[in-house]
């Protein structure tokens, strides 16, 4: 009998917690147990410095997992991914206006990439530019600080190169649980953005859900125009952002594989795109070693958090909605009511 994602999710929500605790281990999600041939069902996936389920010490091959204390206990087979350390990642390039999606962006500390074009009206008039907090908002506090293009990294300049400030964001919580690393920066000058998506053209809205395996698509500072498929979801991870925060944990994050480098510095805050209809779908934040993982969040979280919608030249985008079958865990899910009650983004003081 293959294990469903739903028996994959029960055994990955009763051991994440304990396995984040061991020296290498870096994330726990879900995924399939074959990648190449999805008829073998789902697994728990870990990502570690280790090779093996044994060197994992307590970790066994396989757990079994039983709905609720009922029915045929299933068989939940381990996937090890070795990764080394997950990094949160801001880099680098060259000025221009207006400024679209996946060009440096930042402050004068650094540099990361603009994620997406949003707007909160019907109107064009409400434009923000979405990207990482980390990327916007370094100090990791409510002060509105410049947003330049490009960042700092790439030689932008206070004054000179500002396009806007600090206007809302998630803060990220070095003793909590983090669920994204989002913020949004208000710009001097609405003609300052361009919604347009860089060798994509127009993006008509985001998606609501995306399924383990989906094909996606992104343009970022460093890596530009690159492809990904969807490893794991439900991913608990934990992701090294150095200096004062360190290490910190996000709950559910959304893990995608690439066959070259996908995540690299300056990509953060780049927004993954599904690749058959160019619906806004994730949010990159961080990245292995290599580059080959991108850590990510659902867009729609961003979008649930802000109030907000993918903007266009004369309006707000579709949400496209994605329906799982209920019984499905496959699929990404929105935040519930619960959940995004305990986000409250902050606004930043006016200057």
Same mark, same amino acid.
């Given at each position: 009998?293959?294990?469903?994602?739903?028996? *994959?999710?029960?055994?990955?929500?009763?051991? *994440?917690?304990?396995?984040?605790?061991?020296?290498?281990?870096?994330?726990?999600?879900?995924?399939?147990?074959?990648?190449?041939?999805?008829?073998?069902?789902?697994?728990?996936?870990?990502?570690?410095?280790?090779?093996?389920?044994?060197?994992?010490?307590?970790?066994? @091959?396989?757990?079994?997992?039983?709905?609720?204390?009922?029915?045929?206990?299933?068989?939940?087979?381990?996937?090890?991914?070795?990764?080394?350390?997950?990094?949160?990642?801001? !880099?680098?390039?060259?000025?221009?206006?207006?400024?679209?999606?996946?060009?440096?962006?930042?402050?004068?500390?650094?540099?990361?990439?603009?994620?997406?074009?949003?707007?909160?009206?019907?109107?064009?008039?409400?434009?923000?530019?979405?990207?990482?907090?980390?990327?916007?908002?370094?100090?990791?506090?409510?002060?509105?600080?410049?947003?330049?293009?490009?960042?700092?990294?790439?030689?932008?300049?206070?004054?000179?190169?500002?396009?806007?400030?600090?206007?809302?964001?998630?803060?990220?919580?070095?003793?909590?649980?983090?669920?994204?690393?989002?913020?949004?920066?208000?710009? @001097?000058?609405?003609?300052?953005?361009?919604?347009?998506?860089?060798?994509?053209?127009?993006?008509?809205?985001?998606?609501?859900?995306?399924?383990?395996?989906?094909?996606?698509?992104?343009?970022?500072?460093?890596?530009?125009?690159?492809?990904?498929?969807?490893?794991?979801?439900?991913?608990?991870?934990?992701?090294?952002?150095?200096?004062?925060?360190?290490?910190?944990?996000?709950?559910?994050?959304?893990?995608?594989?690439?066959?070259?480098?996908?995540?690299?510095?300056?990509?953060?805050?780049?927004?993954?795109?599904?690749?058959? !209809?160019?619906?806004?779908?994730?949010?990159?934040?961080?990245?292995?070693?290599?580059?080959?993982?991108?850590?990510?969040?659902?867009?729609?979280?961003?979008?649930?958090?802000?109030?907000?919608?993918?903007?266009?030249?004369?309006?707000?985008?579709?949400? $496209?909605?994605?329906?799982?079958?209920?019984?499905?865990?496959?699929?990404?899910? $929105?935040?519930?009511?619960?959940?995004?009650?305990?986000?409250?983004?902050?606004? @930043?003081?006016?200057?």
């Amino acid at each position: 009998m293959v294990a469903t994602f739903r028996a *994959a999710l029960r055994m990955k929500r009763k051991i *994440a917690a304990r396995l984040l605790k061991k020296n290498g281990i870096h994330g726990v999600g879900i995924g399939f147990r074959d990648p190449a041939n999805p008829k073998k069902g789902a697994a728990v996936i870990i990502y570690t410095d280790k090779v093996s389920s044994a060197n994992l010490g307590l970790v066994p @091959a396989m757990f079994t997992a039983k709905a609720k204390g009922k029915g045929t206990a299933v068989p939940v087979p381990i996937r090890v991914v070795k990764t080394g350390k997950i990094r949160a990642h801001a !880099d680098y390039t060259a000025r221009i206006r207006p400024v679209p999606p996946g060009y440096s962006v930042g402050t004068t500390k650094g540099s990361g990439s603009a994620g997406l074009i949003v707007t909160n009206g019907p109107e064009a008039a409400n434009r923000y530019l979405l990207s990482n907090n980390h990327v916007l908002n370094p100090d990791n506090t409510n002060s509105a600080t410049e947003t330049i293009q490009p960042g700092g990294a790439d030689g932008g300049r206070p004054g000179k190169d500002r396009i806007g400030r600090l206007y809302s964001y998630v803060k990220l919580e070095p003793n909590k649980t983090n669920v994204m690393d989002a913020a949004l920066s208000v710009p @001097a000058n609405n003609r300052l953005l361009n919604p347009n998506y860089p060798t994509v053209g127009v993006i008509p809205g985001y998606v609501t859900s995306y399924r383990v395996g989906e094909q996606l698509k992104k343009v970022g500072r460093t890596t530009g125009l690159v492809t990904g498929r969807v490893e794991s979801i439900d991913t608990d991870i934990q992701i090294d952002y150095g200096g004062s925060l360190g290490v910190l944990t996000f709950k559910n994050q959304t893990v995608i594989r690439g066959t070259t480098p996908i995540s690299l510095g300056g990509d953060s805050g780049s927004v993954w795109l599904r690749d058959s !209809d160019n619906y806004a779908a994730a949010v990159n934040f961080a990245g292995s070693l290599d580059g080959r993982l991108s850590i990510a969040f659902p867009v729609c979280w961003a979008m649930q958090a802000f109030g907000t919608k993918v903007a266009l030249a004369g309006g707000a985008g579709k949400v $496209k909605q994605v329906k799982a079958a209920r019984s499905s865990r496959a699929y990404v899910r $929105k935040l519930t009511a619960k959940a995004l009650a305990r986000i409250k983004p902050k606004k @930043a003081l006016k200057p």
